[in-house]
Every structure is written in structure tokens, then in C-alpha cells.
């Protein structure tokens, strides 16, 4: 590659076509997936990979689309998932009020709307897991972590440089790291922010009656309720995930209450359909805001997964919308690869943005409008949604619209 800057006194120099700022699942399955291909990427990020194997299980889960799925297995991922991914094999909508028996207007995604499952539900230790291994695994990929860089990016190529006096030449910086993104405040690209004033509260539950692989998603006033299969282990052998949102105050003082409040909280949001619930593991709390950058590209560099999108939860796409555009970036790259093509050509970001953004500001208006739709206690609204949810039911064309989208397939 032309551009590549010399090496100073004591430091070692990697060149790799691909260098990605952030181990996440988005950087690290677009890590594994390009390595699959054999592509020679770096991966930086400033935690150490290790810690986040945390061995406890801590109540926090992933839905995995079927796309997403499809993308971990081409990556070579999934099969060393630890434990076996659940399916959501059916999706109960209901609207309602706490402590009350929900809308009799009811929308239900069965195993009749699609050939296969909706997803699936790992834990996020387990991605964690199979993700290490993956990384760990791969000859092509170089892993640069816990440290800190230096990036310069100039037309001609990118030079990263590591606390430890490491150094990675590259064609393309993909920066994927997180909401927060560093990299992309660096390179000046502006991004729009919307706040919620919701939070949201994480946790598992063990139940006292079989999910049969179902989910809730039940809309309340202050936010919608969502209960998410999980594998059982042992000690729980039906167990499920919750995502829950409340109003930011209301919120704290939920996931501070002690064990038996807490859990008739649950109960008055779930209602009896799994019995009696008890919850398993740590309650987590995130404030929930959604924001979008104004491009996804800069010299030399690409924004992908929450560096360039976040969404509301809602609809439990944000990690499947951070795949997509690792699905579509790794196509483009691998396809220029085989062609022997520059990876970090301003032609083949410019083919990235074009596929990736218009869709993903799609579903951040669709989640922005559904949470406004149904985050409130309006009278007009409420009958409205019920009758929309109703219609949704009543119409398997449009039923299976709505499937295959949030599938990703």
C-alpha cells in the first residue's frame, strides 16, 4: 500500500487492509467475518478483551435477527456460541395500563408467519465468549488491546499508532465505537441527538410456567414492557429476559427497590401468563435517547453500529441495525478485495453510505414514532394504536411485511 509511514525507533509495524476502532459485536464480527475472507484487519479497543468474559450470569441479553444470525455464521461465530441461543418462535403486542388486564385488541407473530424463527436470544456474556474465540482464533487478525491510539488518516492510507509502540498501517479505519464514538468526533463529523427522558431497566427473570419460546412486547404509558425467551439454566429452567422503559426518575427507583417490591412491580407489567415471576441476576439501567450522524464517511473512514445510529429499543433492532451495516460493508470490502481493489476508495464509501444510511433513518423515524405513539396515556391514541394493532392482526400480507423486515432476510 502506498503512504505507509515509517516506523520510529522501537516500534513494530502490522499492515492489514482493515483496521477497526472497538470490540464490540459489531467490531469484532466484522473483524471475524473479513479474516473468514482473508482480509488482514486490526482491532483496537481501549478495554482489555478478557473482562468482559465475566463468568456471572448478569441478567443481559441480545435478540439476534435471522439476518444477524446469518452474518455470525458466515463470520464464524455462532457455533462457538457456550450455550445454545433461544428462539423467539412467537411475538405477543398488547397495549394496556400497569396492574391491568391489557387491550382486548391484540396483535400475535406465530410460527404460521415465517418459516423460521423471528431470532434468537444469547446471552451477552455467551456473544462475548464466542467472540474472544473467534478473534483469538484467526491468523489474519491483529488485536491491539487494552490501548490507546493515534490515528492519522491521510489519502493515501491510515497509520494507527499504540501506547505500547505498536503501529498498524491500514487502508480503511471503521470506527465502531459505540454511541460515544471518539473517532468520529475527531473527524468532525456532526451528529443530531434526541432524548427520551426514559431509561431503560435490564434484568432476567426465572417464571413459573414454560415461554414456549415467546415474547411480550406489552406498550404501558411510560413505555413499553418486553419479556424475551431465554434458554433455562439448572438452577432456572424457564428463564426470560426483560427490557423495561419508564420515565428516568421512576425509573432509578424501580431498579433500587428491594427483592419483593421490586418483583410485584414485574408481575403488575407481565401480568399471570408465566405464572409467578422471580428475578434472576443484576438489574441494569441505561438512559434511552436516539441520535444519528449527519454522513457515515470521512477520508479514509467509515462509521458503523452505534458510532453511526441509536435507536430507541423498542423494537430490539438496535444491535441488528449495527449487523446490517456490517453485512453490506463486509460485502463491499470483500468483493473489492477479491477484485484487488483499494478498500478505502472514497467510490466504495460512497456505495456504503448510499445502502446503509437511508434505511437506517427509516427505522430510527419508525422507533421514534412508535414510542411516541404509544408512550402516553392519550385517550384518541390509545384507540387508535388498539385498532391499528387489530388491523396489523387481521392482515397476514402485511403481517409477514412486518416479519421479514425485523427478520433482516
Known amino acids: 500500500m502506498s503512504g505507509m509511514m515509517e516506523p520510529n525507533a522501537g516500534e513494530t509495524v502490522t499492515d492489514v487492509a482493515v483496521c477497526i476502532i472497538g470490540a464490540g459485536p ?44 446469518n452474518l455470525l455464521e458466515a463470520a464464524g461465530v455462532w457455533e462457538n456460541l457456550p450455550q445454545v441461543a433461544c428462539p423467539i418462535e412467537d411475538i405477543l403486542v398488547t397495549d394496556g395500563r400497569p396492574g391491568e388486564p391489557p ?37 489474519l487478525i491483529t488485536l491491539l488491546a487494552p490501548t490507546e491510539v493515534s490515528i492519522v488518516r491521510r489519502e493515501d492510507g491510515v497509520t494507527v499508532r499504540a501506547t505500547d509502540g505498536r503501529v498498524v498501517n491500514a487502508q480503511l479505519l471503521v470506527a465502531a465505537d459505540g454511541r460515544g464514538s471518539r473517532t468520529r468526533s475527531q473527524a468532525g463529523i456532526p451528529i443530531t441527538k434526541l432524548p427520551y427522558g426514559q431509561s431503560g431497566i435490564v434484568c432476567a427473570i426465572a417464571h413459573e410456567l414454560p415461554h414456549d419460546n415467546g415474547a411480550l412486547e406489552h406498550f404501558l404509558p411510560a413505555g413499553p414492557f418486553a419479556q424475551l425467551p431465554m434458554s433455562g439454566t439448572e438452577d432456572h429452567p424457564y428463564l426470560s429476559a426483560i427490557v423495561w422503559s419508564e420515565k428516568d426518575a421512576m425509573a432509578q427507583r424501580i431498579a433500587a427497590l428491594p427483592d419483593a417490591a421490586f418483583r410485584r412491580e414485574l408481575q403488575r407489567r407481565m401480568g399471570d401468563r408465566l405464572g409467578e415471576v422471580t428475578p434472576v441476576g443484576r438489574r441494569w439501567v441505561y438512559p434511552l435517547s436516539a441520535q444519528y450522524a449527519q454522513r457515515y ?22 444491535l441488528n441495525l449495527g449487523f446490517r451495516d456490517v453485512t453490506t460493508l463486509s460485502e463491499l470490502l470483500i468483493a473489492a478485495h477479491q477484485k484487488g481493489e483499494d478498500l478505502g476508495s472514497p467510490a466504495l464509501l460512497a456505495r456504503y453510505q448510499a445502502r446503509c444510511r437511508p434505511t437506517n433513518m427509516l427505522m430510527f423515524m419508525a422507533t421514534d414514532a412508535l414510542d411516541r405513539l404509544f408512550s402516553n396515556d392519550n385517550p384518541v391514541l ?6 391499528g394493532i387489530a388491523a396489523v392482526h387481521r392482515l397476514p400480507r402485511l403481517r409477514k411485511a412486518f416479519v421479514k423486515h425485523a427478520m433482516g432476510v
Open 103 to 139: 387491550s382486548p385488541l391484540s396483535l400475535e407473530f406465530t410460527r404460521e408467519d415465517s418459516k423460521q424463527p423471528f431470532g434468537w436470544m444469547a446471552e451477552a456474556r455467551a456473544l462475548r465468549v464466542a467472540l474472544n474465540a473467534t478473534l483469538h482464533a484467526s491468523p
Open 297 to 318: 464517511t470521512d477520508t479514509r473512514l467509515v462509521l458503523a453500529g452505534d458510532a453511526a445510529h441509536g435507536i430507541h429499543p423498542i423494537a430490539g433492532q438496535g
Open 382 to 387: 390509545r384507540l387508535a394504536r388498539d385498532v
Open 26 to 69: 459489531v467490531g469484532a464480527t466484522l473483524a471475524c467475518r473479513l479474516a473468514r475472507d482473508g482480509i488482514a484487519v486490526a482491532i483496537v479497543d481501549r478495554a482489555a478483551l478478557s473482562p468482559m468474559e465475566n463468568p456471572e450470569f448478569d441478567g443481559r441479553a441480545y435478540a439476534i435477527a435471522a439476518g444477524s444470525k
